[in-house]
C-alpha cells in the first residue's frame, strides 16, 4: 500500500480561492490520510493585514486530513522564497511532496493520480516531476487517463522527490555561460517561447520566481516531466488578485477528467512523446502567447 506524500498548499490573500481550493481537496479519497501542511505568507502592504488575518482564523477550522499543520510568515517572503523554503523544510522528513497553491481545483482522483505516478517512478530518475494540470491536448474520444512525457515542468499542481529537489542550484550558477549560447537557448525554448525571456528576468532581477529555476535545472540535467491527458487541476486564478497568473484563461482551459478513475497508463518508454510535445509546442508558442494575452488585455 502507496503511504500518501504530504500535501503543501501555499496561501497569500485570497480567501474565497483557497476556501474552494481545500474544500474540493478535501473530496479527494486520500485526503484523510495525508498529511496538510499550509503555508500563509505574511502582508506585504499593512492594507492587506486584515484579510491575512482573515485567513488564518479560517485555517484553524481546516480539518478532514490526516493532520493540519500552519506556517503563518510573520512577513512577506514572496511565493519563490515560501516554495522553496517551505518544500525544502518538508523534505528534510519527507522523501516525496505534491505541492499546491490556493488557486487550484483538484479532482477527486488527484491526489490518487499523483501518489501512484511518484510510487511509479521512484528509481527513475531521469522524471524530475508530476504534473496534476494539463493543456487540452486530446484527439478524438481519448482517454483521460492517459499520461505523457514532456522536458518542461508546470507549477499548477505538482510532485516531485527529495533525490530530484535537493540538487538544484537556485543561484543558477551557469546562467552566463548558458545566456551567450545560442544553441542551448533554441533547445531551451522548445519547452515553451516564454522559457529564455522568464529566465532573463529572474537573473536581472525583474521576476521572482522559483518555477524558471526549476524548468532551468530539469533542462539542464536532461529530466522529464509526467502529465495526464486528462488534466486533474482548474486553475482558478486568473482574477485581481493574482500574482503570476497574467493573459487570457481560454488558452488554459483544460480537458478536465470528470471520470475520476483511479488507475492511470503510464508511459513504459521514459522519453519525451513527440504527439503531444508538438501539441503542447502550439499552447506555448510565440503566436498562442501573443493571442492569449490580446485577449486578457480586452477581457
Do not use: C
Not at 495525508?34 to 500563509?40: A, W, Y
Not at 477527486?108 to 499523483?114: C, E, H
Not at 505538482?158 to 550558477?173: F, H, I, K, L, Q
Amino acid at each position: 500500500m502507496i503511504k500518501p506524500a504530504p500535501i503543501l498548499l501555499f496561501t497569500y490573500k485570497r480567501l474565497d480561492a483557497l476556501k474552494n481550493t481545500i474544500a474540493a481537496l478535501k473530496k479527494n479519497d486520500l485526503a484523510s490520510e495525508s498529511d496538510l501542511f499550509i503555508f500563509s505568507d505574511g502582508p506585504k502592504q499593512l492594507k492587506d493585514k486584515d484579510i491575512i488575518d482573515q485567513i488564518r482564523t479560517f485555517l484553524k477550522t481546516v480539518d478532514g486530513f490526516k493532520s493540519v499543520t500552519i506556517s503563518a510568515s510573520p512577513t512577506n517572503k514572496g511565493l519563490a522564497n515560501s516554495i522553496i523554503g517551505g518544500v525544502t523544510t518538508v523534505m528534510e522528513k519527507s522523501e516525496t511532496v505534491i505541492v499546491l497553491e490556493d488557486d487550484l481545483l483538484t479532482t477527486p482522483n488527484f491526489l490518487t493520480y499523483m501518489n501512484k505516478a511518484l510510487s511509479e517512478y521512484t528509481a527513475e530518475k531521469k522524471i524530475f516531476s508530476i504534473s496534476g494540470y494539463s493543456f487540452d491536448l486530446r484527439s478524438k474520444d481519448q482517454n483521460p487517463n492517459t499520461t505523457y512525457l514532456l522536458n518542461r515542468g508546470w507549477s499548477w499542481g505538482w510532485a516531485t522527490w527529495r533525490d530530484r529537489w535537493e540538487n538544484v542550484d537556485w543561484e543558477v550558477a551557469s546562467y552566463k555561460e548558458f545566456s551567450e549560447n545560442k544553441i542551448e537557448r533554441k533547445e531551451f525554448a522548445k519547452g515553451g517561447s516564454d522559457l529564455n525571456a522568464m529566465l532573463d528576468k529572474q537573473m536581472s532581477g525583474k521576476l521572482d520566481s522559483w518555477a524558471i529555476r526549476w524548468f532551468y535545472h530539469q533542462f539542464k540535467t536532461g529530466g522529464l516531466t509526467l502529465y495526464p491527458l486528462g488534466s486533474k487541476i482548474y486553475n482558478d486564478g486568473f482574477d485581481e488578485f493574482a500574482t503570476h497568473t497574467n493573459g487570457s484563461e481560454k488558452r488554459y482551459l483544460p480537458y478536465l477528467d470528470k471520470e475520476h478513475q483511479m488507475n492511470f497508463d503510464f508511459p513504459k518508454e521514459i522519453a519525451i512523446s513527440k504527439e503531444y510535445q508538438k501539441k503542447f509546442q502550439s499552447k506555448m508558442g510565440i503566436i498562442a502567447r501573443i493571442k492569449s494575452k490580446i485577449e486578457g488585455f480586452f477581457k
